[in-house]
C-alpha cells in the first residue's frame, strides 16, 4: 500500500468504472422508493466556480446516501443555456451564441466529471436545443389554448443603443446596464402569462411547504403581497378654485386647465390604501407621470414634462423606487378630503408612483410612511401623528415614521379606536357613502415574457392581419432559432432576418409574420426539473413517469433565486395542473439554500484588483510576485470575476484531489452560512484524506477480540450521520467523523478496530467517493462501494452503559468519575472521594455534607 493517497489516479480509474457501469443512472421502473435530488443548474459562462462545487457537492452527498440506503435515486444535471451573456459575448467576440454556449457547457462538463459527482448524465439538457425548447413552446401553446396567455400594450425599459427591452434590474442609473445609455420608457405589445390567476393559491401553498426555509418563504409572502384595504376616489378640483372664481362667478369651469383635464378631474381620482385608518393623517395625493391627468396636463406645461421625462429616465425595480431621491412636481390641482369638504390636499406627480402599480395615485400619510415623510419634509408638508403608542399621543413626528400598533389620535370620530376598528370604521362609512370600497390587492403582477433578443426561445406565435396572433400548429414545432444572423446592427436579428420570420397564417394562408420576441428564460427553468424526469421526443413529459419522480424531494441553490425562479416554478405546475397535464401543485418539497463560498480580496498600488495567484504572503505583508510591490488585503467578500477573488477548482483538484475539495466544502462552516476559503483550509482536508487512507490500511481480517467502546462509538456514528446528512448538516456529520477516527486510531488491534475500519469506509464514502472505493477494494471487499448498502445500526449499542459524573466541592469542578450507569449514591460518593484531584483539594478536612446526583455529579460542601 502506497503511503499517501494518489487523487490523480484514483479520481480518473473511478470515474471512468462508474461511467461505464452507468452506476447513477437512475430507472423509471424501479420497485424502490424514489429519491429527486436535484441542485439548481448553472448557466454555462465557461468554468466553473468554487460555489457551483459547494452546491453540487452537498446534492452529490445526498444523492449517493439515499443509494446507500435503498432509495431509487434521480440525480440529474443540465444547463441554463439561452440568455443575455451569450448576445453580449456573439457582439464582443465575433462568434455565434450557440457556439460560445456549447463550447462552454463541453468545458463546464469536462470540470464537473473531475469532481466525481454521482449524476445521472443519460438526462443531461440545454435549454438551448431544440429538442428542449421545442417541448416548451408546446406546452406555451398549451397554456395559451387555456387563456392563460395574453398579449397587451404594456410600458418597458427601452435601451435605445442596444434596441431591447430590459428588466428593472438592468436599470442602472437611469442608464442601460451595457450600453450605458439612458433608458427610455416606452409602450410596446408583450406577451403575458396570467401568475395572477393563481395568487391565492401561489400564497396558500406556503403554508404546506415546511421543509423550506421560513425566509424564503416570507419573501414569496412578499412579493405576492396580499393586502386588505379600501379602494376609493377622491374629486378633484382645479387651480381656479384658490382663486374663488374663473372671473365669471362660475366656480365650475377652470380656464386654468384644458377640456381634457377638465373632463379627466371629472371622473374623480381612484387611490388605494393599506392603511385607511391613517386617513386623517393625509397631507398630499401624488400620481404616476404616466397617469392620465398628468399626461393631460403635460401637453401644456413644458416644466411638467421634463419632470415627467425625468421620472421615465429611472428604473422601476422596487429596490431603486425605495432609495432614489423622492420628487414631486405640484399640478396645481388638489383633491378633497372624503370626510371633509373643505379640506383639500395639494396633488403632485411624483418619481416614487408607479403606474404598472394599483392604479398609479396614492394618498400620502407622512407621519405613517417613510417614503411619504421624506416626501413632505422636502416639500414643506405636514405630517401629522394619527396612531400612537400608549403616552404618545402628542409625540411629534421629526425624522422617522411610526409604523407600529396604538390607538387613533387626531381622527375626529375615529380616536381612541385600535387600528383594526378604525380600519373597519372607513370602509363602512365608505361604502355607506359611496365614494369607496374595502377591497383586496396584490403586488404580484402577470409575468411578462417577451424579450427582444435572439438567444431565446422562439414564442410560437404567427400574426396575421386577417387572423390575428394565430398559434404555430404543434405539428410544425420547434420553431427554430435561425443560426445565419448577424449582431453587427444593434436589436433583435430576428426583426431583420431576410426570409425566417416570413410565413403563410396557419388558419387562413395568407402571408403572415413570426413573432420575433424570444422567451424570458426564466420560462426555460419553470419545468427543467420536470423534463428530467420524464424525457419523451414527441412531448413535453409522459404524466405517469413525472408524477413516479416529482415532486423534487430535495433542491439546493442559492437564496438569490428565492422569488423569482421558484415562484414561476411553482406558477407552472400549478397551471399544468390547472389544465389537467399533471396532478402536482408544489414542485420541491424540500429546498436549501446554501452559504456563498468567498474569498479575501486584494488591491495592487494603482487600485487595481490581483487574484488569489499574483500574490503572496511575507511575513505579515501582501507583495505581488511579479513586480514585488506592496499589495492591500481587503475584505473577505462572495467570489467575484470582477474583483478576481476567484479560485479555479481544476486548479485545486489537480494538486490536491476531488476529495479534499468535497470534503473542504463540507467540514468548514454549518452549509447555509458562507464558507470562507482558505489554502490552509484545503491543505486541512488533504492530510485528513491521507490519514483516513493510512488508517484504512490497518484493517486486519484475522483480528480477534471484542472492543465495546469501539463498538458503541461506531454504532452512534452510524446513527448520528445518517441523522445529519439527511438534515443537511454535513459539516456536524464531518465533526463525528473526526470523532471516530480519533476513536478507531487509538484503539487497540481487535475485531471490532477493522469492523469500525472497514465500516469507516462506508461512512465516508458519500463525501470522498474516490477515496472509499480505492480502500474499498484495498480492504478486499466485494463490487463497488457506490452499490453498497449503508452500514446497519445496532440500536442496543446507541443506549449508553457508562457516563461520566462530575465531582465538584463546594459547586466548583475538581475530578471527573467513569462508572456503569446506575451507579448507587453511596457507591458515588465513595469513589468520589477517593478521587485523586479531589483528595488533594480536600486536604484531610471531612465533608461537611455530600451531594449526590445519580449519574451526573457528586458536590462536596466543606
Known amino acids: 500500500m502506497q503511503s499517501r493517497f494518489n487523487p490523480l489516479e484514483a479520481d480518473a480509474r473511478w470515474q471512468k468504472v462508474w461511467e461505464e457501469k452507468q452506476s447513477f443512472r437512475a430507472s423509471d421502473d424501479s420497485g424502490k422508493p424514489r429519491s429527486y435530488v436535484l441542485e439548481m443548474f448553472p448557466y454555462p459562462s465557461g468554468r466553473i466556480h468554487i460555489g457551483h462545487v459547494r452546491n453540487y457537492s452537498m446534492g452529490d452527498v445526498l444523492a449517493r446516501f439515499r443509494r446507500m440506503t435503498g432509495h431509487e435515486v434521480l440525480h440529474p444535471m443540465g444547463w441554463d443555456a439561452f440568455g443575455m451573456p451569450a448576445e453580449n459575448a456573439a457582439m464582443e467576440k465575433k462568434v455565434h451564441p450557440g457556439d460560445w454556449t456549447r463550447s462552454n457547457i463541453a468545458s463546464m462538463r469536462a470540470q464537473l466529471k473531475k469532481l466525481g459527482f454521482a449524476l445521472d448524465w443519460s438526462r443531461e439538457l440545454a435549454t438551448c436545443e431544440p429538442d428542449y425548447y421545442g417541448q416548451e413552446q408546446a406546452l406555451f401553446l398549451d397554456l395559451y389554448a387555456a387563456g392563460l396567455v395574453y398579449r397587451k400594450e404594456s410600458a418597458v425599459n427601452w435601451d435605445p443603443v442596444d434596441m431591447t427591452v430590459l428588466a428593472n434590474e438592468q436599470v442602472i442609473d437611469g442608464k442601460g446596464w451595457r450600453s450605458g445609455a439612458p433608458v427610455e420608457k416606452r409602450k410596446l405589445s408583450q406577451w403575458f402569462l396570467k401568475i395572477t390567476d393563481f395568487a391565492d393559491e401561489l400564497l396558500d401553498g406556503l403554508s404546506t411547504l415546511d421543509q423550506w426555509p421560513d425566509k424564503v418563504k416570507l419573501m414569496q409572502e412578499n412579493w405576492i403581497g396580499k393586502s386588505m384595504g379600501l379602494q376609493f376616489s377622491f374629486a378633484v378640483e382645479g387651480p381656479s378654485t384658490a382663486l374663488g372664481t374663473n372671473g365669471a362667478g362660475d366656480t365650475n369651469q377652470h380656464p386654468f386647465v384644458s377640456s381634457e383635464v377638465e373632463t379627466l378631474i371629472a371622473q374623480r381620482l381612484e387611490v388605494f390604501s393599506t392603511r385607511p385608518d391613517t386617513i386623517f393623517g393625509a397631507s398630499f395625493a401624488a400620481i404616476a407621470a404616466d397617469h392620465p391627468i398628468a399626461l393631460a396636463l403635460a401637453k401644456d406645461n413644458a416644466a411638467l414634462a421634463a419632470f415627467a421625462d425625468e421620472c421615465r429616465q429611472t428604473g422601476t425595480a422596487a429596490a431603486e423606487v425605495e432609495t432614489q431621491e423622492k420628487k414631486g412636481f405640484d399640478t396645481g390641482l388638489s383633491v378633497v378630503h372624503p370626510f371633509d369638504p373643505t379640506w383639500k390636499l395639494p396633488l403632485f406627480v411624483a418619481n416614487f408612483v408607479l403606474m404598472d402599480y394599483g392604479t398609479g395615485a396614492v394618498m400620502g400619510v407622512p407621519a405613517h410612511d417613510q417614503r411619504d415623510l421624506d416626501f413632505a419634509r422636502k416639500y414643506m408638508l405636514p405630517a401629522e401623528r394619527v396612531v400612537a403608542a400608549e403616552g404618545d399621543a402628542d409625540k411629534p413626528i421629526h425624522d422617522e415614521a411610526y409604523t407600529g400598533p396604538g390607538k387613533l389620535v387626531n381622527s375626529r370620530f375615529l380616536d381612541g379606536m385600535t387600528v383594526e376598528q378604525a380600519k373597519a370604521e372607513v370602509i363602512k362609512r365608505a361604502e355607506a357613502e359611496g365614494w369607496g370600497q374595502g377591497t383586496t390587492v396584490w403586488r404580484l403582477r402577470d409575468w411578462g415574457v417577451s424579450r427582444q433578443r435572439y438567444w431565446g426561445t422562439p414564442i410560437p406565435i404567427i400574426h396575421c392581419d386577417t387572423c390575428g396572433p394565430v398559434g404555430v400548429p404543434k405539428a410544425q414545432l420547434p420553431v427554430v432559432l435561425p443560426e445565419d444572423i448577424s449582431f453587427d446592427i444593434p436589436g433583435n436579428p430576428l426583426d431583420r432576418h431576410p426570409t425566417w420570420k416570413h410565413v403563410d397564417c396557419p388558419t387562413c394562408g395568407k402571408p403572415a409574420r413570426r413573432e420575433t420576441d424570444t422567451l424570458d428564460t426564466f420560462v426555460d427553468s419553470s419545468w427543467y426539473f420536470i423534463r428530467f424526469a420524464s424525457q419523451p421526443s414527441d412531448k413535453p413529459f409522459d404524466r405517469a413517469t413525472v408524477e413516479k419522480w416529482m415532486p423534487v424531494g430535495q433542491y439546493i441553490g442559492g437564496v438569490e433565486h428565492a422569488i423569482l425562479h421558484l415562484l414561476y416554478a411553482r406558477f407552472w405546475t400549478r397551471a399544468l395542473k390547472h389544465i389537467g397535464m399533471l396532478d402536482i401543485a408544489e414542485p420541491f418539497t424540500g429546498l436549501f439554500t446554501q452559504g456563498m463560498v468567498t474569498h479575501e480580496t486584494y488591491k495592487a498600488g494603482d487600485g487595481s484588483w490581483l487574484s488569489p495567484q499574483e500574490v503572496k504572503k511575507t511575513g505579515d505583508d501582501w507583495i505581488?510576485?511579479?513586480?514585488?510591490?506592496?499589495?492591500?488585503?481587503?475584505?473577505?467578500?462572495?467570489?467575484?470575476?470582477?474583483?478576481?477573488?476567484?479560485?479555479?477548482?481544476?486548479?485545486?483538484?489537480?494538486?490536491?484531489?476531488?476529495?479534499?475539495?468535497?470534503?473542504?466544502?463540507?467540514?468548514?462552516?454549518?452549509?447555509?452560512?458562507?464558507?470562507?476559503?482558505?489554502?490552509?483550509?484545503?491543505?486541512?482536508?488533504?492530510?485528513?484524506?491521507?490519514?483516513?487512507w493510512r488508517l484504512f490500511g490497518q484493517m486486519d481480517v484475522a483480528a480477534t477480540g471484542d472492543d465495546k467502546a469501539v463498538d458503541r462509538k461506531l454504532h452512534q456514528t452510524i446513527d448520528g450521520i445518517a441523522r445529519d446528512i439527511e438534515a443537511l448538516a454535513f459539516n456536524k456529520a464531518v465533526a463525528k467523523i473526526y470523532e471516530l477516527t480519533n476513536t478507531v486510531e487509538k484503539a487497540a488491534p481487535s475485531a471490532s478496530r477493522s469492523a469500525a475500519i472497514r465500516t469507516l469506509a462506508l461512512l465516508v464514502a458519500p463525501m470522498t467517493p474516490h477515496l472509499a472505493e480505492e480502500a474499498w477494494e484495498l480492504m478486499g471487499q466485494e463490487g463497488l462501494i457506490a452499490d453498497a448498502a449503508w452500514p446497519a445500526v445496532d440500536p442496543a449499542l446507541l443506549v449508553e452503559d457508562e457516563v461520566t459524573v462530575a465531582v465538584q466541592v463546594m459547586g466548583k469542578l475538581r475530578d471527573t468519575i467513569t462508572v456503569p450507569k446506575g451507579t448507587a449514591k453511596d457507591q458515588l460518593e465513595a469513589l468520589a472521594l477517593a478521587a485523586p484531584n479531589v483528595l488533594r483539594t480536600l486536604d484531610g478536612a471531612t465533608p461537611k455534607k455530600v451531594i449526590v446526583v445519580p449519574d451526573r455529579l457528586v458536590n462536596l460542601v466543606l
Not at 635 to 643: D, H
Not at 646 to 660: E, H, K, L, R
Open 624 to 692: 505581488h510576485i511579479e513586480s514585488g510591490q506592496p499589495v492591500t488585503a481587503g475584505r473577505v467578500e462572495k467570489m467575484s470575476k470582477s474583483k478576481k477573488n476567484v479560485v479555479d477548482p481544476d486548479d485545486i483538484i489537480d494538486q490536491y484531489g476531488a476529495d479534499a475539495v468535497r470534503w473542504f466544502m463540507l467540514s468548514d462552516s454549518p452549509p447555509e452560512r458562507d464558507l470562507p476559503w482558505t489554502e490552509s483550509g484545503i491543505e486541512g482536508s488533504w492530510r485528513f484524506v491521507n490519514r483516513l
